[in-house]
């Protein structure tokens, strides 16, 4: 009886090389693709701080494989570009910033034309399966007006992100209607968040990247085409627990009406959310930016070739939850505070808070604070200090007025061993050499020696033999 399998068996196989000989390839070449993410970084782009301008010779500079155009005007009247490159006929659209203060997924998308434009062979056929089955459509840095000024809102004060029904604002207007127009696909919303959000509860790391596969309604339902969303997720999730295990964190999908993730879903846009968060010594994101590139590349190759339907459900909401504010910058656990009302034990921790300066907001001011006091036990840090028998004292401002150079000049140390952390100058220092040894401030400025949330005291820290152990200034440690 098997003889009369043969022929089909024998169809069915020359079927199944017919049709894999057309498929892409659906192994990812993750070690190569790896090895060119740096060749593909955009020098120029080297802060969070960038404005269109310093984009505009880029996008001038895309090679003949990309289309270029202005889609429309800012309030401000400044252009809005649109990029598109690929041939194939899934529609993948790819946002950025339309929080002003959000740039680390528009860094990433200019190193994401290096590398697609790159005329290195290693992965010419990844490039060309990327090419041949995706249409891609970008809109990087959508709020130009809140990124000259660095701010979450567009020039009408208007939060674009929940302007998907209203469509008041130009840039909203623009997003609507490329999705329309594309009737996309795939949906890519790029965004940041704070550094302060913790993978999972009790948070012991920092969500260095956020990932959502929006609700597109309260019910939190799970439609065909949401599922493909989160099995994508799941495998871009795979993908960075090579270099962030346990840093990867699911966003909360509450239905927000007003949210253009959540009505793209709607609209029937498979759509991911990507928010970057932070990881310890990479105040500028430059890693993260990194990790954005390596997942886009490997989404999009998941997408031409259907790698993701390897991934379910169970493998997305395996992925624990992002803790809102389940960081801290520093944390002194179980230290004794000298009070004038007595001794306390207890966890100390601090945050740090940014302010952008006027007049173009290239720069900026970050000041130390205590973010909370007491049982911080189920909280992260990226500076964790677990010394026993520590015993923490307000530092105290050295008395008199000292101009730059007499600050300069002074000895931090010899000040710490007499009580003293903080300094008063002649006139406000932006920026002075001895400011990660001393806290400067500002004439007739004064030491704040509370240790409670919202304030910004220093501390002298001594060990068991009362031998100084180290000096927290600005919300930063130091060891003397």
């Not at 910058?329 to 306390?344: A, I, N, Q, S, Y």
């Not at 966890?347 to 049982?375: H, N």
């Not at 010899?414 to 500002?442: C, N």
Request: contains cysteine.
């Amino acid at each position: 009886m098997y003889y009369r399998l043969y022929p089909l068996l024998a169809f069915l196989l020359l079927f199944a090389c017919g049709d894999s000989a057309d498929m892409p390839q659906r192994d990812f070449p993750y070690m190569a693709v790896v090895e060119s993410l740096e060749a593909a970084r955009e020098t120029t782009i080297t802060t969070r701080r960038f404005k269109q301008p310093d984009l505009q010779p880029l996008i001038q500079q895309l090679p003949a494989t990309f289309t270029v155009d202005t889609a429309g005007r800012s309030v401000e009247n400044r252009p809005l570009w649109r990029v598109r490159w690929g041939s194939g006929k899934t529609t993948v659209l790819l946002w950025s910033q339309m929080h002003g203060d959000e740039p680390t997924a528009t860094a990433a998308l200019f190193d994401l034309f290096n590398w697609l434009s790159s005329t290195d062979t290693t992965l010419a056929d990844l490039r060309t399966t990327l090419d041949q089955q995706l249409q891609l459509t970008f809109l990087p840095m959508l709020n130009p007006d809140g990124a000259a000024r660095y701010a979450r809102r567009n020039a009408l004060g208007i939060d674009l992100n929940r302007d998907a029904l209203h469509l008041t604002s130009p840039e909203a207007r623009l997003l609507k209607a490329e999705r329309d127009r594309l009737d996309a696909d795939w949906g890519f919303n790029l965004h940041d968040q704070s550094t302060y959000y913790g993978a999972g509860f009790p948070s012991t790391k920092s969500c260095a990247l956020s990932i959502l596969a929006p609700a597109f309604d309260w019910e939190k339902s799970v439609s065909d085409k949401r599922e493909d969303a989160m099995q994508l997720i799941a495998r871009m999730d795979r993908i960075w627990q090579r270099d962030i295990p346990g840093q990867v964190g699911r966003y909360n999908d509450d239905f927000e009406p007003r949210a253009f993730g959540d009505n793209l879903q709607k609209w029937g846009t498979r759509t991911i959310l990507i928010e970057s968060g932070g990881l310890r010594d990479d105040p500028e994101k430059q890693v993260i930016r990194r990790l954005n590139l390596l997942a886009l590349i490997a989404g999009l190759h998941s997408i031409a070739t259907g790698e993701y339907e390897d991934y379910a459900q169970e493998d997305y909401f395996a992925i624990p939850e992002n803790k809102f504010n389940g960081m801290h910058d520093l944390r002194l656990e179980k230290v004794t505070l000298e009070r004038p009302d007595g001794d306390f034990l207890m966890d100390i921790a601090f945050r740090r808070s940014e302010r952008s300066l006027p007049p173009d907001f290239r720069d900026y001011t970050s000041r130390g604070y205590v973010s909370d006091v007491g049982d911080l036990h189920t909280f992260g840090a990226y500076v964790d200090v677990r010394e026993e028998g520590l015993r923490a004292r307000p530092g105290r401002a050295l008395p008199g007025v000292h101009d730059s150079l007499a600050i300069h000049q002074l000895d931090p140390r010899a000040l710490y061993k007499r009580g003293y952390t903080a300094v008063v100058g002649t006139s406000w220092q932006l920026r002075h050499p001895m400011e990660d040894q001393l806290t400067i401030l500002p004439p007739n400025g004064t030491a704040d020696t509370l240790v409670a949330p919202g304030h910004r005291p220093d501390l002298l820290l001594y060990d068991q033999a009362d031998q100084l152990w180290g000096v927290v200034i600005d919300g930063r440690l130091r060891k003397p």
